[in-house]
């Protein structure tokens, strides 16, 4: 037992430990590349609207400062835990690490439901929580970004928070916030639109032609929407299944994307959404389909439905929707199932929020052009190496992706040294 105790913690470390048999890691060497460096519990103790003081828990786990200062999500969710958002961390170096980022993983967040929280009542919370963390971030410490149940408007609270007490405009403390403040045009839409340009990718790859292609998106947040969107538009994929939190829709006719879109936007999610037939949310992410989007939330892909997968691309646009058991199962229906594993698909929220943050650092500006740009030859130049690595090493994507995060940390310990 220790203070990660946590079955998400638990398939990190599984999905790590694979790798480090893989490059042949000495046992003394992996708690120091796998445990956190750094963790932080703090009480949120807040004045709701009805008169009385509700108290919050909130995390922070910042993995390693090896490459740089720490940069990662902050996540409001009812059941988040300090083994979750180690979890998430760690993901989250490997993730910077495969993509040439110049950071460390870090994960936090509070154990709240911000959908049941006023307007006064979530920016008490984010205020308080940042008010807490000011001692153990910073621009070159720890950077954070928004997360599930978090947007720019979190941010931006987050920002002026630390901001005051610093005594002055602080803004690459934060990435993702609005445009007003300091924000970089195109952040909100990357990590779809980096989900998007892996798909066509490989889509490309495996010759398929994305008219004639349909996609199943699980998850109508900030990552499915923008992805279903522009598949559904853009690329010219028909779109025949959503889901969010509240409901699955299956429609092989098709579904209007920016209709469903819109009415998220009125609603606040799919429940009265009408374009579709109900079905069971498991159930959705086995029917048949070219390319199945997993954005929702972890290990959704597992031993019990791996084998009744019916895509031919399978994007991970959530963190850590593949456990490992299911890998095994994946592993042998390479030539069937084409997985773009999530540290790769999902990077692209990552590596617009660097140049955010170096947007803040010089006081300068890219204009979304420039931006969306700078992230397509990123995820090129590091889908191109995990699908040779792959092809020379006979491995899965996930191991060749991994390895190769890992790999890197590992060299940079190695060169740094031991503190005596």
């Known amino acids: 037992m220790h203070i990660y105790d946590d079955a998400v913690f638990t398939m990190a470390c599984d999905q790590f430990q694979v790798i ?9 060497d992996r708690d120091r590349l796998m445990m956190p460096k750094r963790s932080m519990a703090v009480t949120l103790p807040v004045h709701m609207d009805d008169g009385s003081t509700k108290t919050f828990q909130g995390y922070r786990v910042q993995h ?29 170096s490997w993730k910077c690490a495969l993509n040439n980022l110049p950071y460390g993983g870090a994960k936090g967040g509070v154990a709240c439901d911000p959908s049941k929280l006023s307007r006064n009542e979530l920016e008490a919370v984010s205020r308080r929580y940042m008010q807490e963390m000011i001692p153990f971030v910073g621009p070159h410490t720890d950077i954070m970004g928004p997360d599930m149940g978090t947007n720019e408007q979190v941010m931006a609270w987050f920002m002026d928070t630390y901001s005051v ?28 639109r980096g989900v998007v340009y892996l798909v066509e990718r490989a889509m490309d790859m495996l010759k398929m032609d994305p008219e004639k292609s349909t996609a199943i998106i699980q998850g109508f947040g ?44 009125k609603k606040g999610n799919l429940r009265a ?45 959530a963190n850590g929707p ?43 500006l890219w204009t979304e052009t420039e931006v969306t740009d700078k992230l397509f030859r990123i995820l090129e130049h590091s889908f191109s190496q995990v699908i040779r690595r792959a092809k020379a090493d006979k491995v899965s994507h996930r191991t060749a992706a991994m390895a190769t995060g890992v790999e890197r940390v590992m060299k940079a310990k190695v060169a740094r040294g031991l503190f005596p």
């Open 273 to 317: 959404f009408d374009e579709g037939d109900r079905i069971d949310a498991n159930e959705m992410l086995e029917m048949e389909c070219d390319v199945l989007v997993p954005a929702a939330v972890d290990r959704v892909i597992h031993e019990k439905n791996a084998s009744k997968l019916k895509c031919r691309i399978l994007a991970e646009g």
């Open 322 to 364: 593949t456990t490992p058991e299911a890998d095994l199962i994946l592993n042998k229906r390479w030539d069937e199932v084409f997985v773009i594993p999530d540290i790769l698909c999902n990077a692209g929220g990552v590596i617009v929020s660097y140049f955010e943050w170096v947007q803040g650092l010089q006081s300068y």
């Open 64 to 92: 390693h400062l090896t490459l740089g200062p720490t940069k990662g999500g902050t996540r409001f969710s009812p059941d988040l835990s300090m083994g979750e958002t180690a979890a998430l961390a760690m993901w989250m």
């Open 165 to 192: 007490y610093q005594g002055y405009c602080v803004n690459e403390i934060v990435t993702g916030k609005p445009v007003s403040v300091g924000g970089t045009e195109g952040r909100r839409e990357s990590t779809g």
């Open 20 to 28: 480090a048999d893989y490059l042949n890691i000495d046992k003394n």
């Open 222 to 265: 900030n990552v499915g929407s923008v992805a279903a969107l522009s598949l559904g538009l853009k690329t010219g994929v028909k779109i025949v299944g959503i889901s969010d939190h509240t409901v699955a829709l299956y429609n092989p006719k098709g579904i209007d994307v920016k209709a469903a879109d819109q009415h998220v936007q």
